[in-house]
C-alpha cells in the first residue's frame, strides 16, 4: 500500500469527496437534497427528471426565488447556507436544509451545471469534480428560479458507484422519497418523468381546505378511492397531529405505505411506527397493516433534526406529548368513525381468552402517554412480556458446554443454552421499543444475499431496529443494530433471517445461528435473572432434575 509517511492536511476537494459519502449515499438522497432546496426556495412548481436512476442524469427546475448571481459560487462550497446564522437556529428551524453542505457534496461527485435566476438577475455555474470551471452572468431574466442538471453521478467515486448496482432497488428508494415530497406538498405542482418518457403530472391542489388537499394528493399518489380513506385531525398543546388510515390492508407491502412527516419533514421513528399500527389495529385484518400517512405539526424547538446526517431521524425533547397525540387521535378516529366494526368483533368474540385478548386491545388504544412510567409500561404490555426476575440466587452451578447444570433451594435443575439463548433473544426483539437505541456500524459490513426475500424481510427488520442497505442483487450492508442484541452474533443473525422464507411476523424469525454461540457464563447469569424460574420451566427451557435422573447418571 502506498501511504505517506509524513502527516498532512487533505486537499479540499479530496475532504469533501469523503465527506459527499455522508450526505449523498445514492442517487435517492441527492433527490432528497434537490427537491428539499427547491421546497425551501417557495418553489409552487417542480419539474424532475431522472435518467438511468440517477447515474447518467438527474435534472430539477423549480419557480423559487432563484440565488443572486454573485451568490452562486458560494452555494457551492461547504458550510454555505442562507438558512442559519447562528447554532440556536437549528432548534427554530424553518427550512429543511441548514448544513449548507448539500450541493457542495452533489458537486464534488458529479458533473454539474446549475443556472439561477434572482431578481432578473441571471447567471450559470459549471462545476466537475468540486472544481468551478466556469460562472457566466447572463443579463435579466424576468421569472425566478432555479435549474439544475447533475451528470454523472459518482463517475470520480468508482468505489461508491459500484455499491449502487441494483437498479430496481435503487428505483425503489427513489420513488419512495419522492412519494414523500409529493405527500407531504400537496399545493406544489410535481412533473415527473424516468429516462426521458411521459411527465408524470401531479397537479397542484390548493383549496381553501387542507384536509381536501393532502386527501386529493393521497389519491394521485396512492392510486385510492377518497372513500376507501378515513382523516382525523387534532391539536394540542402547540402540536398538531393529523391521520389518514386506508380501511383496506395490504398483506404483501406492508412497509411501502406507511408515512410519517414531522414539519413536513419525511421520517422514520419505530416507536411512533408501532403506536400508529397498534392503535389502528382493529381497522385491519388479523396480521395485516393498511397504509398510514401521519403529519404531525411541533413548535420548532420541540425537536431537533440535527442527530443524522440525512435528517430523517428526529428527536421528541417531550415523546410522551407526541406520541400521546397520535395515538389519541387514533382512537378518535376509530371510536367516531369506525365504531361499528369494533362493536362485532367484540360481540363475535365467544371464548373468554379471546375476550380478554380484545379488551386488552382497547385499553391501549385509550393510553394516554402522559408520563415515562406508563410509556413504558405501554411498551412492555404491547409486547405481551412482563419483566420479572429469577428472585433467590442460583447456586452452585456447572458450567457445560451446552447446558447449564444448578442448585436452587435444594431443588437441581439444568437449563438447555442454546433454547434459553433464542428465547432470551426473542425477549428483548420483542421488547425493543422500550430502549430505542441502535448503535450504528462504524464499518458496515457485508451480507451475501442468497434468496429472493431480502428487500421483504428487511421491511420487518427494520422495525426491529436493524438498518439494512442493499447495495447491490447479491449483497447488502448493515448499517444499526438495536442496542440489546450486541452481545449476539447480529450479523450472522440478520444474514439468516434475510436470505430466510418471507418473514410475516415476530414468529417467522429463526435463531439457527445460534447453533455455535457461546454466551460468557457472567453475561448468561446476568441474562437469566431477567426470567423467572416458573416461566423458564414452562417454557422447557430449564427441567427440574429429581434423584432418579441424577442417579441414573451414575448406573
Ligand atoms: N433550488 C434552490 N433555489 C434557491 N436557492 C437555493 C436552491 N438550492 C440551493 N439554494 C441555496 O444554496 C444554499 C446551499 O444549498 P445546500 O443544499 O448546499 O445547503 P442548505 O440547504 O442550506 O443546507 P443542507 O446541506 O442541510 O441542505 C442554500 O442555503 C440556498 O440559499
Ligand atoms: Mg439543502
Redesign the pocket.
Known sequence: MNVSKRIQLLPEHIIDQIKAGEVIERPSSLIK?IL???L??GASSINLNIVENGLSLISIE?N????ASEDLPL?FCRH????ISRFEDVYRLHSF????????SIASISKLTCE?SHQKNKSVIKIEGGETKSHTHLGEQESSG?KIYIKDLFYNTPVRMKFIQSSKAEKNQIQKIIKSFLLANPKVEFKISWDNLDKEIYPAHTHSNAQDNFLARLSDVLNFKREDLVWSENVYDGIQCKVVLSKHSNRGNAHKNHFLFINNRYVQDIQLHKIVLNSAKSLWPEGETGHYVVYLNLPSDEIDVNVHPSKTKIKFFTPPKVFSMVSGTINHLMATQIQPQKESGLQNTSNQDSLLETQREVNYRNFEFNSDNKMQSYFENLHGQEQTQLTSAIESEINLPSFLLFKRNDQSYCLHKQKFYSYHLAFILNQKSINEETIPLMVSRPIKITGKNAKHNEEFLSQLGFEIDFIAEDSALLRTFPKQIQHYPYLAFIAEQLNKKKINGFNDLSFAFLEDFEMGQHLLMECLKQFSLTELLDEKIIVQLTDRNLSQLYE
Request: avoid cysteine; charge should be negative.
Open positions: 437534497e428539499e432546496n427547491s425551501d426556495a423549480d423559487g426565488k432563484g440565488i452555494a454555505a447556507t442562507s438558512k436544509g441548514f448544513r449548507g453542505e448539500a450541493l457542495a439561477s432555479t
